[in-house]
């Protein structure tokens, strides 16, 4: 009887492929779903036909393994895409932060020391914005565009 190769390959465990005491369970990535069936007593011609069964899954799993790599590339460029995009929110941000201050500074340049004083003091009423007009845009339910509600039609 010849010795029994680990893997799914007929020449053993290929790279990467997991071996004793990888994670998983037999068919999983890291496992050989024929390796309990391999480590039977069996004659010549069953070897040799788990061996083609070997390499047909081998290839198939190759293949297989292959898309879920292509899938895994386009994740990992959603991903630098997505920081992109964040960075560049965080740093528009920043601009909106950069110009309001700027804003105060030229619009407090306007105001006399008795008014620059009510601004800096806490919860200064003149800080505080009126209530939001009940009939205006943001009143629930009310969507503009006229008697059909902005949906067209009528």
Known sequence: MRPRPFGMFPGGLQPGMGGPGA?????MMGGDALSP?????????QRTRLDVIGQELGDTKGDLLG?????????RAIGDEQRRLLQA???LQRQIAQAESRARAR?????????RRQVQQ???????RPPM????????????GGASGGFGGG
Do not use: C, Y
């Open 107 to 115: 619009a407090e340049e306007l105001l006399t020391e008795e008014q």
């Open 67 to 75: 898309e879920v790599a292509k899938h895994n590339e386009k994740l």
């Open 23 to 27: 994670m998983g369970f037999p068919g």
């Open 133 to 144: 007009n009940p009939s205006g845009p943001s009143q629930r339910g009310s969507r503009g």
């Open 37 to 45: 069936i391999r480590n039977l007593d069996l004659s010549d011609r």
């Open 122 to 128: 806490p919860w200064a009423p003149q800080q505080m």
């Open 89 to 91: 929110i965080a740093d």
